[in-house]
């Protein structure tokens, strides 16, 4: 499984920003696609996550800002971030979550920088 992402960069606090990640290869049909974020000095954590069918979670910092879709015909994730926040600065990784049976295979994206200047 590879993992593109795009959509990173810098914008004033307040602003939007839209991450976008397309993935290929060895995708199975139970599948979770998300988003987690790491800033400088603290561990990766979930931003968003949605399953095939559609259902989604959220963490409580980003409830109510951010905004996580996925079309599956293209196997692409998408996450719209509004209101944006300084604390909202670290490097967005895109994660698949391949279910296969009774056991998960994550797959992670390179990252991709967004900076949120206050």
């Known amino acids: 499984v590879q993992l593109q992402a795009s959509g990173g960069g810098l914008v004033q606090a307040g602003g939007s920003l839209r991450l976008s990640c397309a993935a290929s290869?060895?995708?199975?049909?139970?599948?979770?696609m998300g988003w987690y974020r790491q800033a400088p000095a603290k561990p990766r954590e979930l931003v968003a996550a949605i399953t095939r069918g559609g259902s989604t979670d959220y963490a409580d910092s980003v409830k109510g800002r951010f905004t996580i879709s996925r079309d599956n015909a293209k196997n692409t994730v998408y996450l719209q971030m509004n209101s944006l926040k300084f604390e909202d600065t670290a490097v967005y990784y895109c994660?698949?979550?391949?279910?296969?049976?009774?056991?998960?295979?994550?797959?992670w994206g390179p990252g991709t920088q967004v900076t949120v200047s206050s």
């Open positions: 290869g060895g995708i199975s049909r139970s599948n979770v």
């Open positions: 994660n698949v979550k391949n279910y296969i049976g009774s056991y998960s295979v994550d797959y």
